[in-house]
C-alpha cells in the first residue's frame, strides 16, 4: 500500500535519522503540493563573479539579479529572468557574435545597459522566445534586437538606438510584439531612434504587432515590411525618418482600423517625416493611411484598388486595400 503524501512528510519531520534525506524528502513533496520552488542567484560582475558561472547553477524559473559591468558573451540556455536592476553592463568578450544570446522560450530580461560594440546587443536562436524590457541598447553593428528562425519576442520599454542595420529584426517566420504584451493589452511603448538603416524590420515572412505608442523617429526607414511579411502598425510616434513606413517585396502594413473595437487598433499613427509618412511598392496597404508629409503623386494606371482615406502614400505597383 503506497504512503500518502502527508504520511511521507510526517515521516520526514518525525524521524530525522538522516538530516540529508529528510530535508530532501520534505522539500520534494512541497515541490509536489506548491510547485517547483525558485531561487534569486545574486552575481556580482565586478567582484569577478560571472553570469555564465550563475546560469551553470539555475534552473528553469530561477531569477538572476545582476549588478556591476560583466565581462563575457551571455548565452541564456534555460527558462530564466536576467535581472540587471536598471544599471548593470555586459560588455561582450567576443564583439563578432551577440552580447546576450538566447536559446530557450520563457526568457526574461530586462534591466541592463548594453552599449559596447557588438555585432547584436540581444539575438534569438531557433523557436526561441523572450521578453526583453526596459533595456538600453546601442551600437551593435547589426541589429540591437534579432528575432530569428520562428522565434517569438515581446519587447516592452526598451531604449534602442545607434545601430547599423537597424534596432529590430523580425525576421525568419518569427513573431514579435513590439510596444504591448497583446495577451494583456498593456501598452509599454519602446524608443527606437536614430537607427542608420532602419528602426524596425519584419521580413522572411515574419509578423509584428507594432502598437502602444512606441517613439520611432531619426532612422532613415522607420519600419520596413518586405517578403511576405505582415506588420500592424498603429498608435505609434513615427517622426523624423526619410521613410515612416516603407512596404515592399509582397510585404503587408496593416494601418489603424477605425471600425475595431479594440482602441489599440484604432489610435492613429502620428509624425512628420522627410521624405513621405508612408511608401508603398509591390506590397499591401490596409486600413488608414495617417503619417505625413501627404503626397500627390499618382500611382501608375490601375494601381490602385479601394479607397484610402487620408491618403499620403507613394505607391508603386502595390494594392491598397479599403478599411
Known sequence: MRPTLLAMLAAA???????????????????????????????????????????ARAG?????????????????????????????????????????????RRVHIRGFILESTSQFQIAFATDASATVESNVL??????????????????LGNTITDCIAGGVLVISGSTAQIGIDTFNGIPSPNTISDNVTAGIIVAGGSQAE???????????????????S????????????????????????????????????TALNTGENAQMGIACQNGTLIGVADLQPAVSLPAPSGALSGVVSNLNTLCIDQTVLAP
Open 13 to 55: 519531520l518525525l524521524f530525522p535519522t538522516c538530516p540529508s534525506a529528510q530535508e530532501e524528502t520534505a522539500l520534494s513533496i512541497a515541490d509536489l503540493l506548491f510547485g517547483p520552488r525558485t531561487r534569486t542567484l545574486r552575481v556580482d560582475c565586478d567582484r569577478g563573479q560571472t553570469v555564465t558561472r550563475a546560469l
Open 60 to 104: 528553469a524559473g530561477d531569477t538572476i539579479l545582476v549588478r556591476g559591468t560583466c565581462t563575457e558573451s551571455v548565452v541564456i540556455d534555460k527558462a530564466i529572468t536576467l535581472d540587471g536592476g536598471g544599471s548593470a553592463r555586459i560588455v561582450p568578450a567576443d564583439p563578432s557574435d551577440a552580447t546576450i544570446r538566447v536559446t530557450v
Open 138 to 155: 546601442r551600437n551593435a553593428t547589426n541589429f540591437g534586437v534579432s528575432v530569428g528562425f520562428r522565434s517569438f519576442a515581446t519587447l
Open 210 to 228: 507594432i502598437l502602444g505608442g512606441n517613439t520611432i523617429s531619426n532612422n532613415n526607414l522607420g519600419v520596413l515590411a518586405v517578403d511576405t
Open 230 to 265: 505582415v506588420a500592424r502598425v498603429a498608435g505609434n510616434q513615427i517622426s523624423g525618418n526619410n521613410i515612416g513606413i516603407l512596404v515592399d517585396r509582397g510585404g503587408v502594413v496593416q494601418l489603424p482600423l477605425p471600425a475595431n473595437p479594440n482602441p489599440v487598433l
